[in-house]
């Protein structure tokens, strides 16, 4: 098993930036990857980003050029770098993680983005 923790989300205003963090209570390299997801009120949880072991990153077409997803082996830390909020960014943001004894979840952080 593994524990994910995510922090760094807040109130922000449109056009500004935020970086999310979450931190695994294991080495990342027995993480086959670890991905980034929101879920806006009323609205089904969808992917944003994603970082394999070997450092191969894909990021949903929605977020392209605004966020990215990158990590710290040394914190076992993944963060998601968010530029250029919008209003419509505005959702819980979760962390998971694959590994081999399944797929695990953080609590997750709010992000809001006032207009």
């Known amino acids: 098993q593994v524990q994910l923790v995510e922090s760094g989300g807040g109130l922000v205003q449109a056009g500004g930036s935020l970086r999310l963090s979450c931190a695994a209570s294991?080495?990342?390299?027995?993480?086959?990857?670890m991905g980034w997801y929101r879920q806006a009120p009323g609205k089904q949880r969808v992917f944003l980003a994603a970082i394999t072991s070997g450092g191969t990153t894909n990021h949903a077409d929605s977020v392209k050029g605004r966020f990215t997803i990158s990590r710290d082996n040394a914190k076992n830390t993944v963060y998601l770098q968010m530029n250029d909020l919008k209003p419509e960014d505005t959702a819980v943001y979760y962390c998971?993680?694959?590994?081999?004894?399944?797929?695990?979840w953080g609590q997750g952080t709010q992000v809001t983005v006032s207009s």
């Open positions: 294991t080495s990342i390299f027995n993480i086959n990857a």
């Open positions: 998971n993680a694959i590994l081999i004894s399944g797929t695990y």
